[in-house]
């Protein structure tokens, strides 16, 4: 079970890398120097980049590790092309909150946004509910099994491991739903700026969770950590 875990790992891994890449740098920017403007074809690239993240993540949650990039890729290439038929007044280009995602950039255009509410919702129910159901069956008969098992080891592993990727999947749905939800059904409300924090939220969580949660991860970051001071101890200079 060791060697799935770590591809589990690592397609989590490069799927954070790949969600603050796409919006940190801008919201540091942001806040730093108060500069709020962001030029379209930027925008247009967040949108795919901040997407294809949140459905790699639903999907590697899933367990679907072999076509996650290729359906989260697919999926969220659709989504600049439909903004991109949109008018928008010069008056009316304020986002709510700090990235641009596709329901935020949406509900400014002046044109019948129809086509993108039908496509969002789809690729909601699809890509961000049907997983959440199925992880949740899942969850459900991992607790049975480990209900049923009378070995107290595999008992406490499996329950230590379903806790893990519980407190995972909790963080995820509940950031990756606020963003969903606010702009869909509250046009006129100024979304918190916090909120927009989700995206960074979610890597650090999955980083600290796995880590305290999985031993083999805490052990080979421990020992990577005594490496690189005994070196620095023996070789001061460098």
């Known amino acids: 079970l060791h060697k799935p875990m770590y591809l589990f790992l690592g397609?989590?891994?490069?799927?954070?890398?790949?969600?603050?890449t796409s919006s940190v740098p801008k919201q540091l920017q942001i806040l730093l120097t108060g500069d709020t403007k962001i030029?379209?074809?930027?925008?247009?690239?967040?949108?795919?980049?901040v997407h294809?993240?949140?459905n790699l993540e639903s999907l590697i949650l899933l367990g679907v590790l072999v076509l996650i990039w290729v359906i989260s890729t697919s999926a969220?290439?659709?989504?600049?092309?439909?903004?991109?038929r949109l008018n928008f007044s010069d008056d009316n280009r304020k986002i709510q909150g700090i990235l641009c995602d596709h329901?935020?950039?949406?509900?400014?255009?002046e044109s019948d946004i129809k086509v993108n509410n039908a496509y969002g919702t789809v690729q909601m129910v699809l890509l961000f509910l049907l997983p959440l159901?199925?992880?949740?069956?899942?969850?459900?008969?991992?607790?049975?099994?480990?209900?049923?098992?009378?070995?107290?080891?595999i008992t406490k592993h499996g329950l230590n491991t379903?806790?893990?990727?519980?407190?995972?999947?909790?963080?995820?749905?509940?950031?990756?739903?606020?963003?969903?939800?606010?702009?869909r059904y509250f046009k006129d409300l100024k979304t918190p700026t916090?909120?927009?924090?989700?995206?960074?939220?979610?890597?650090?969580?999955?980083?600290?969770?796995?880590?305290?949660?999985?031993?083999?991860?805490?052990?080979?970051?421990?020992?990577?950590?005594?490496?690189?001071?005994?070196?620095?101890?023996?070789?001061?200079?460098?």
């Open 39 to 49: 030029l379209y074809e930027s925008c247009l690239v967040q949108i795919f980049s």
């Open 103 to 109: 329901m935020g950039v949406v509900v400014l255009a």
């Open 133 to 153: 159901i199925f992880i949740s069956y899942s969850y459900l008969r991992i607790f049975i099994e480990c209900r049923i098992k009378r070995s107290a080891e």
């Open 76 to 84: 969220c290439m659709i989504l600049p092309l439909l903004v991109t």
């Open 194 to 238: 916090v909120l927009n924090f989700g995206i960074l939220a979610i890597p650090m969580s999955n980083a600290l969770i796995y880590f305290f949660r999985t031993k083999e991860l805490r052990k080979g970051i421990m020992k990577s950590c005594q490496h690189i001071f005994l070196l620095r101890t023996l070789f001061p200079k460098f």
């Open 11 to 20: 397609n989590m891994a490069v799927a954070d890398i790949v969600a603050c």
């Open 162 to 183: 379903l806790l893990t990727h519980f407190l995972a999947l909790l963080i995820f749905f509940i950031c990756t739903l606020g963003s969903i939800m606010i702009p």
């Open 52 to 54: 294809v993240f949140g």
